[in-house]
C-alpha cells in the first residue's frame, strides 16, 4: 500500500506541472494573463477584451461587435466616439448578445454600439466556438459569478493545451509593445499589418474546405431572434444601434444566397433598419478589395466607417445598393440590385 501512494504521489507530480502549472504559466490562450496580452497565435481575443472592459469600465462608450469580418473596420476614424472593435473570429449574434448583456449587468453601458451581420449570422452553430479553447465564450448565464469563472478558467488547465505551448513560443518573437498597445486601445488589426500573398485561384475549393471546419447550417430563425434580443437590450438602455452587413466578396456572397442570405436580410429589415454592404457591386467583384476570400481589406473598411458614421458614399456604389440604408420599405428594391 504505501508504494502504490508513493508512486500515486509521483504520477501526481509529475501531472501537476503538465495539466495546471505549465498552460496557466505559458497561456496559449491568454486567459491568465489578459492584461498583459501577447500574440500567441492562439489568443481567445473575446475573453480577453471582455475582461479588459470590463476592469477599465470607463474607458469606451462605443463598441464594434462582430466576427472576424470587422476587424479591419479602424474604429480610431470615428470621431466624437470612444470605440472598441470587439471583434472575434466566427462570432455570432448569441455571443454578441451575452457579451452586452454582461456588460450593461456591470455597469458598462455604452453610448453607441455598431453590429456587423455576415454569414456566421445565421449559418453558425454557436456551440461550435464553446468546444474550441480559441474562441470559448465569455462565461455568462444565470449561475454565480465566481462559479462561472472557475469553470472557465478550469477548462485551460489540462494536458491538451500542452500541445500549444510550442506554438506559443514560436509567436514569442512577434510579442511586443506594439502589438498590446494596439489590441487595447483599437481591438482590430493595424493599419499597416497586410496579409501575405494570397492565391485567389480555386476559390470554391477554399471555400469548400472553409466550411468543412464550421459547416454551414441554417440557424437563420435562431440568429434574428438573437439580433432581436440585442436590439431589446439597447432599446432598454438608451443605446444607439447601428447595424450593419459586413461586405462580402462575390464567391462567398454567391454560396449564401444559395442557403437563403437574401430571405435572411428581408426579415432583417422587419427587426430593424440597417446599412446594406453585401452584393454584388464593384467592391465584391474585385479581389484587390479583400485581404481574402473571407475577408474585406482595411481600405474598403474606410468605406463602410465613411458611409455609416459621415452618410459618405460614392454614387456608383450607392447605386448598386453599396452603403444603403435597409428599411421595411425599400429592401426589395435594395436586393434586387
Given at each position: 500500500?504505501?508504494?502504490?501512494?508513493?508512486?500515486?504521489?509521483v504520477l501526481l507530480a509529475c501531472y501537476i506541472p503538465v495539466a495546471f502549472v505549465l498552460p496557466v504559466l505559458y497561456d496559449p490562450f491568454n486567459v491568465f494573463h489578459y492584461q498583459n496580452v501577447r500574440d500567441t497565435g492562439a489568443i481567445n481575443s473575446n475573453y480577453v477584451k471582455m475582461r479588459y472592459i470590463l476592469d477599465n469600465p470607463d474607458t469606451f462608450d462605443a463598441f464594434m461587435l462582430g466576427s472576424s469580418k470587422v476587424s479591419t473596420l479602424d474604429v480610431t476614424r470615428i470621431t466624437g466616439l470612444r470605440c472598441y472593435n470587439m471583434t472575434r473570429p466566427w462570432g455570432t449574434p448569441q455571443e454578441y448578445a451575452d457579451n452586452l448583456r454582461v456588460?450593461?449587468?456591470?455597469?458598462?453601458?455604452?453610448?453607441?454600439?455598431?453590429?456587423?451581420?455576415?454569414?456566421?449570422?445565421?449559418?453558425?452553430?454557436?456551440?461550435?466556438?464553446?468546444?474550441?479553447?480559441?474562441?470559448?465564450?465569455?462565461p455568462s448565464g444565470s449561475a454565480p459569478k465566481d462559479a462561472r469563472h472557475a469553470a472557465f478558467l478550469a477548462s485551460y488547465c489540462n494536458p491538451m493545451v500542452y500541445s500549444l505551448l510550442l506554438t506559443t513560443l514560436r509567436h514569442k518573437a512577434k510579442d511586443g509593445e506594439a502589438y498590446r498597445r494596439q489590441f487595447y486601445e483599437n481591438g482590430g488589426k493595424a493599419r499597416t499589418e497586410k496579409p501575405e500573398h494570397y492565391r485567389w485561384d480555386n476559390l470554391a475549393f477554399q471555400l469548400q474546405a472553409r466550411f468543412a471546419q464550421h459547416p454551414i447550417e441554417n440557424r437563420i430563425d435562431e440568429g434574428l431572434n438573437d439580433i432581436k434580443t440585442i436590439v431589446a437590450l439597447c432599446q432598454q438602455y438608451?443605446?444607439?444601434?447601428?447595424?450593419?452587413?459586413?461586405p462580402l466578396h462575390e464567391a462567398e456572397f454567391r454560396l449564401f444566397v444559395e442557403h437563403g442570405y437574401l430571405d435572411f436580410l428581408r426579415t432583417l429589415a422587419d427587426i430593424s433598419d440597417y446599412y446594406n454592404f453585401a452584393g454584388i457591386n464593384d467592391i465584391s467583384i474585385n479581389n484587390a478589395n479583400f485581404d481574402d476570400v473571407f475577408h474585406h481589406n482595411i481600405e474598403t473598411?474606410?468605406?463602410?466607417?465613411?458611409?455609416?458614421?459621415?452618410?459618405?458614399?460614392?454614387?456608383?456604389?450607392?447605386?448598386?445598393?453599396?452603403g444603403v440604408l435597409v428599411t421595411k420599405e425599400n429592401v426589395d428594391n435594395v436586393l434586387m440590385r
Amino acid at each position: 500500500m504505501k508504494k502504490f501512494i508513493q508512486k500515486v504521489l509521483v504520477l501526481l507530480a509529475c501531472y501537476i506541472p503538465v495539466a495546471f502549472v505549465l498552460p496557466v504559466l505559458y497561456d496559449p490562450f491568454n486567459v491568465f494573463h489578459y492584461q498583459n496580452v501577447r500574440d500567441t497565435g492562439a489568443i481567445n481575443s473575446n475573453y480577453v477584451k471582455m475582461r479588459y472592459i470590463l476592469d477599465n469600465p470607463d474607458t469606451f462608450d462605443a463598441f464594434m461587435l462582430g466576427s472576424s469580418k470587422v476587424s479591419t473596420l479602424d474604429v480610431t476614424r470615428i470621431t466624437g466616439l470612444r470605440c472598441y472593435n470587439m471583434t472575434r473570429p466566427w462570432g455570432t449574434p448569441q455571443e454578441y448578445a451575452d457579451n452586452l448583456r454582461v456588460l450593461v449587468d456591470n455597469g458598462v453601458i455604452p453610448k453607441t454600439v455598431f453590429l456587423g451581420i455576415d454569414t456566421a449570422s445565421g449559418w453558425l452553430d454557436p456551440s461550435i466556438n464553446e468546444r474550441q479553447l480559441g474562441s470559448k465564450p465569455y462565461p455568462s448565464g444565470s449561475a454565480p459569478k465566481d462559479a462561472r469563472h472557475a469553470a472557465f478558467l478550469a477548462s485551460y488547465c489540462n494536458p491538451m493545451v500542452y500541445s500549444l505551448l510550442l506554438t506559443t513560443l514560436r509567436h514569442k518573437a512577434k510579442d511586443g509593445e506594439a502589438y498590446r498597445r494596439q489590441f487595447y486601445e483599437n481591438g482590430g488589426k493595424a493599419r499597416t499589418e497586410k496579409p501575405e500573398h494570397y492565391r485567389w485561384d480555386n476559390l470554391a475549393f477554399q471555400l469548400q474546405a472553409r466550411f468543412a471546419q464550421h459547416p454551414i447550417e441554417n440557424r437563420i430563425d435562431e440568429g434574428l431572434n438573437d439580433i432581436k434580443t440585442i436590439v431589446a437590450l439597447c432599446q432598454q438602455y438608451d443605446i444607439r444601434l447601428i447595424i450593419f452587413t459586413s461586405p462580402l466578396h462575390e464567391a462567398e456572397f454567391r454560396l449564401f444566397v444559395e442557403h437563403g442570405y437574401l430571405d435572411f436580410l428581408r426579415t432583417l429589415a422587419d427587426i430593424s433598419d440597417y446599412y446594406n454592404f453585401a452584393g454584388i457591386n464593384d467592391i465584391s467583384i474585385n479581389n484587390a478589395n479583400f485581404d481574402d476570400v473571407f475577408h474585406h481589406n482595411i481600405e474598403t473598411g474606410d468605406l463602410v466607417l465613411d458611409a455609416i458614421v459621415n452618410g459618405s458614399v460614392e454614387p456608383r456604389l450607392l447605386s448598386q445598393g453599396f452603403g444603403v440604408l435597409v428599411t421595411k420599405e425599400n429592401v426589395d428594391n435594395v436586393l434586387m440590385r
